[in-house]
């Protein structure tokens, strides 16, 4: 997160929150209890949320969840049935007011970036200036085209750049109002692989130094990682877990948000003598109480195949070489189905079939039994 004491200015209520072509002020966006039904289809059940000041908030979910929806709502393209949603402490959609999307001052940067294929570069970028006069417009136009280190193809064309470029392009035309909360639907979706890293760096830098509040849809959670100062995990319309990467990661709400984060073997288990017990022996320490049915998640980089030590007994059925890791599937003495495994390629080496499995205590995450995780 940004520093909040410089950025958190509030803007003038007027216009909630737009300013001139000036310096760029952060605020905060706040969803309270967000409903949005369609017809008798529920896509967002009561979300509450805030994005602070200079913050880079990710909303993260499979396909459906709501996320764009969210967006549109932030952004007053859509209408939400229930709920308000606060800019600075202002009700900007609610049952009090509804200020129209070109007066909130929150700019909507989309997937496939829209730049418009008839108009220049410098042109695309000038778009969402309309208050300023030419020269202004040209300045304020040529000054983020600079930020994104473009300025020398202003008077080109949209197709004569690369997917990177059009996409700070399309950064730049977004951040030129001068936006108190830029919202990005899944803004690195059109790029290949190999651009992705580096447009996700440099988008990063922008964002900071341009200190507007970010919300970036994704539905990859390493992007998210990368991506966010926080991350709101979404499922089916509903908040499942707010929080810092770390926190999502290492002390995950549910199995679901364990198996967004990390590829995940599942085995049952039962609390005997303060000890999670499973078919690979004592996973974990625990509270619960002695017959306590539990769900073990177990991170693949935590199952260690080793040619000698003592542990349960297991064979390699198959095995596929990823480059620096080998992903193993291995059959495991007691369980009815095979369990996968990552470790540094060569580690096991080539041919080996039989082993002794064993576990590593910080890849293993213990939940509950609930109707939930059953
Ligand atoms: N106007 C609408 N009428 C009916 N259903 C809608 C409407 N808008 C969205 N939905 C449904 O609401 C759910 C959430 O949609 P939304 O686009 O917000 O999800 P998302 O998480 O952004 O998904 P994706 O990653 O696929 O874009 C989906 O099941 C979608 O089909």
């Known amino acids: 997160m940004q520093d909040q004491q410089s950025t958190a200015i509030a803007p003038s209520t007027k216009s909630a929150g737009r300013t001139s072509a000036g310096v760029s002020f952060a605020a905060r966006l706040g969803f309270e209890d967000i409903v949005h039904t369609v017809g008798s289809t529920t896509i967002l059940s009561g979300i509450s949320l805030t994005a602070e000041p200079g913050e880079i908030l990710c909303l993260l979910g499979p396909s459906g969840s709501g996320k764009t929806t969210m967006l549109r709502i932030a952004a007053g393209i859509e209408r939400q049935t ?3 949603l606060v800019l600075n402490g202002q009700e900007i959609a609610g049952p009090d007011a509804f200020v129209p999307p070109e007066k909130r ?13 008839h108009m220049s570069i410098a042109e695309n970028v000038r778009f969402g200036l309309t208050a300023l006069s030419g020269a202004a417009s040209k300045r304020e136009a040529m000054v983020a085209l600079e930020r994104v280190g473009l300025a020398d193809v202003a008077r080109q064309y949209p197709h004569t750049l690369s997917g990177g470029e059009q996409q700070r392009v399309a950064l730049a035309r977004a951040l030129t109002p001068r936006p108190t909360v830029l919202l990005m639907d899944e803004p690195f979706s059109g790029l290949d692989s190999r651009l992705k890293d580096v447009v996700r760096t440099d988008t990063l830098q922008i964002l900071r130094e341009s200190r507007a ?6 539905h990859d959670a390493e992007e998210a990682m990368r991506m966010g ?5 979404l499922r089916d319309g509903r908040l499942v877990q707010v929080g810092t990467a770390a926190q999502l990661y290492s002390r995950p709400a549910d199995l679901f948000t364990a198996g967004f984060f990390s590829e995940l073997n599942v085995i049952e288990g039962e609390v005997r003598g303060g000890r999670v017990v499973t078919a690979l022996g004592p996973v974990a320490d625990s509270l619960l109480s002695d017959g306590t049915p539990v769900t073990v998640a177990l991170r693949l980089m935590g199952l260690r195949l080793e040619e000698q030590s003592s542990g349960v007994l297991g064979r390699i059925v198959a095995r596929r070489f990823l480059g620096g890791v080998d992903l193993m599937t291995v059959a495991i003495e007691g369980l009815d189905y095979p369990l996968r495994s990552r470790m540094r390629a060569g580690i096991v080496p080539d041919g080996k079939r039989d082993v002794v499995v064993s576990v590593d205590l910080q890849d293993v995450i213990v939940f509950e039994k609930t109707p939930d995780h059953r």
């Open 82 to 84: 229930a709920g308000r």
């Open 105 to 117: 001052g929150i700019g909507l940067m989309f997937q496939d970036f829209a730049l418009f294929p």
């Open 229 to 233: 100062d926080r991350i709101a995990l």
């Open 213 to 218: 509040t970010a919300i970036i849809v994704t």
